[in-house]
């Protein structure tokens, strides 16, 4: 199995081998990945850090060996817990991996730790919202989602769908605590949105930009708007 390693601050992902296809995601600097497939200018992969696959740029790949892979994984591993950093002249985006510590970062954790997971929502706060984005140049509602609960300690996959399977059902609005998460679903019932809830009447998600807007037992309602802008299907508590 070919691997590499992501070299650049942050690298693109398509659905199709194409600069015209959709973004599906983004690789972070240091983030590692398989070849699955192949053409002349592409390579298809698969990011080892959420299983997530998509097509990137042959010009964009930094290929490593079965020795550099492990050296790799054995390394004690910083995550960029500010907007952005300058690190080696380049600058990185929050959630980007270093394998040492600086003042724009914190050991990545092994417990998850709520607490922190607020602070990086946070100082995320008017990130502009872009479909398969997962940098402060732009990001979607599941990758804010995934990249503080990264930093907080819990590894979580890419998509909201798949983000729902995870932690322990919280039943009753009384009962939320900052940290949690909601997700909302659409009128098929499939879950479309997640943000996360600062209390039992704040949510903070990327729609538009990363915002805080108000939250009650039927979802997400936007002061702006003055209507629901996202019906609520549950929420969850990560441990």
């Not at 192949?38 to 042959?58: Q, T």
């Not at 600062?198 to 002061?223: E, P, Y």
Request: charged share 30%.
């Amino acid at each position: 199995m070919r691997r590499g390693i992501c070299k650049l601050s942050v690298v693109p992902m398509r659905k199709e081998a194409s600069h015209e296809s959709e973004l599906v995601s983004e690789l972070l600097f240091n983030d590692i990945y398989e070849i699955t497939e192949e053409n002349e200018e592409w390579l298809k992969i698969r990011c080892l850090y959420d299983l997530y696959e998509g097509w990137i740029r042959k010009l964009q790949h930094c290929e490593i060996d079965e020795n550099e892979f492990n050296g790799y994984l054995n390394k004690e591993k910083f995550i960029i817990n500010s907007p952005v950093a300058l690190y080696n002249n380049k600058t990185l985006s929050f959630g980007s991996k270093i394998f040492e510590k600086t003042e724009s970062s914190i050991l990545l954790r092994k417990n998850f730790d709520s607490r922190i997971m607020v602070e990086s929502a946070i100082k995320l706060l008017d990130t502009p919202y872009r479909w398969g984005g997962k940098s402060v140049m732009g990001i979607d509602c599941s990758a804010f989602v995934q990249l503080c609960a990264k930093v907080a300690g819990f590894k979580l996959p890419r998509d909201a769908s798949q983000q729902v399977n995870h932690g322990m059902t919280i039943n009753f609005i009384s009962e939320i605590q900052a940290g949690d998460i909601a997700f909302f679903e659409n009128e098929n019932r499939r879950i479309t949105h997640v943000g996360i809830l600062l209390s039992n009447d704040k949510i903070i998600h990327a729609s538009g930009k990363v915002r805080i807007d108000t939250f009650d037992q039927t979802g997400i309602f936007n002061k702006e708007n003055k209507r629901h802008t996202h019906i609520l299907s549950t929420i969850k508590r990560l441990k």
